[in-house]
């Protein structure tokens, strides 16, 4: 759903402003026939916004795998989260970072896979078809920092990859992080890493 269909009035006015502000991002880039951004549907950005108030917040770390613009990330930055992006595009990457200075907020945002190699070389995995990016650059290794250092991370993956990206979490997380899949039409799913 496009941000300007969704109702944005619950959201603060800052974060309204800075989910207007990706829409636009998005719809330029929409535009462009030089571009091949096939890979980037953005967040429903007001389910997860609910979610990231529901858990646990302060000054931990924060992840959005495949953060396309950032939208989520920055919204957790504005949460007071570390926030950090990875994300396979170097383009939309290159997109968040301006848009984090346009809004005065603090993430990182790097390029790469956010399916560490430890994973990517599972033979039970890498032998699946998916639309994600199991291969390419590590990007925990561009951040200095692992899956198992994060406190929250949000990703909406392709349909029928969920379960691809529960089994990451529960085996790369710490015990206690938390875990928000948005789902589509079934709204953002939150679980806690046992």
């Known amino acids: ?51 990231l108030m529901e858990v646990p917040r302060g000054d931990g770390f924060f992840l959005e795998w495949g953060s396309g613009v950032g939208t989520i990330a920055l919204m957790a930055s504005f949460l007071g989260y570390t926030a950090h992006g990875i994300e396979i595009d170097e383009e939309l990457v290159r997109l968040s970072k301006e848009l984090a200075a346009r809004h005065g907020l603090a993430a990182q945002f790097v390029t790469g896979t956010f399916f560490p190699s430890w994973y990517q070389d599972d033979p039970l995995v890498a032998d699946e078809d998916h639309r994600s990016y199991l291969s390419g650059e590590d990007g925990y290794e561009a951040l200095g920092l692992g899956l198992e250092d994060m406190d929250v991370v949000y990703a909406y993956p392709w349909p029928g990859e969920e379960a691809l990206f529960y089994d990451l979490f529960d085996r790369g997380a710490r015990r206690g992080a938390h875990i928000l899949i948005n789902h589509g039409c079934d709204g953002v799913q939150i679980q806690r890493r046992r």
């Open 1 to 51: 759903m496009a941000a300007e269909d969704e109702d944005l009035s619950s959201l603060p006015p800052r974060v309204r402003d800075l989910v207007v502000d990706a829409g636009r991002l998005k719809q330029r880039l929409d535009a462009r026939t030089d571009c091949v951004m096939d890979l980037f549907i953005p967040s429903d950005v007001v389910p997860a916004w609910r979610a």
